[in-house]
């Protein structure tokens, strides 16, 4: 069993948002990877390359399902969730889907319409002029990582980048949860995406966990999120 990994909006480098959960995840006897998302391009701000939007990030996605040979969980972390609805529709090794603190959306959904208001939070940084939507690093540590030690804090803010603003306006072609076991892990110390959102989202899910923790879990938790990742895995989990 393998567990591959999407992470969330506005950051690049997806296999440092995760690397603390690849060693526990080992001593299990799990691997893991992540993907790198198209949409996500660093340095912030970068140009003069082809940036991807969602359907492209899915398609990365279906890329990496591509080359595994044995079964799947697949793990989206906040936007990620939007990218694996998509991903594994019809992809027969994904055994399980988990949502970390994330969207889990229908057909006509999109990240925009799930914000509830459909306003972008203090923390967010729009520019329409440039069609892009970016991250106010001042805030990221209260509002996302205000439970990580200074180390994760600090690699974080390294990492975050711009995204054109069509991916939170695009609806998934497929709703994979329709067709796979999956779980949704509410955090409940989430300061940026509101648990009671995150609850309203769960009811779509097969199965319900609740972590007291903030927005990244693999960053601040990782050996409880290892053990909730590690029950997926079985056969009936």
Request: hydrophobic share 40%; proline share 8%; aromatic share 6%.
């Amino acid at each position: 069993m393998k567990v591959l990994f999407v992470h969330g909006a506005l950051v690049f480098d997806g296999a440092w948002w995760w690397h603390r959960m690849v060693e526990p995840l080992a001593d299990l006897g799990l691997g893991s990877r992540a993907v790198e998302l198209p949409s996500c391009v660093a340095p912030p701000g970068a140009s003069g390359g082809e940036v991807g939007d969602m359907y492209a990030d899915a398609d990365a996605v279906r890329a990496a399902l591509d080359e595994e040979d044995g079964p799947v969980v697949l793990v989206g972390h906040s936007y990620g969730g939007m990218v694996i609805t998509d991903a594994a529709a019809g992809y027969g090794n994904v055994e399980h889907l988990v949502y970390v603190t994330s969207v889990m959306p229908e057909l006509d959904e999109t990240m925009a319409s799930l914000g509830g208001s459909g306003e972008p939070g203090p923390w967010m940084d729009p520019r329409p002029e440039e069609g892009t939507m970016g991250i106010k690093a001042e805030l990221t540590p209260d509002a996302f990582m205000q439970d990580c030690d200074e180390a994760a804090v600090a690699g974080a803010l390294e990492r975050l980048t711009r995204q054109p603003l069509s991916v939170f306006g695009q609806t998934p072609r497929a709703v994979a949860w329709r067709e796979k076991p999956s779980t949704y892990v509410v955090c409940a110390e989430d300061l940026a995406t509101p648990p009671e959102a995150q609850r309203e989202y769960a009811g779509r899910a097969g199965k319900v966990v609740e972590i007291p923790t903030g927005h990244h879990p693999m960053l601040s938790r990782p050996a409880l999120l290892t053990r909730v990742l590690a029950e997926a895995a079985t056969p009936d989990g």
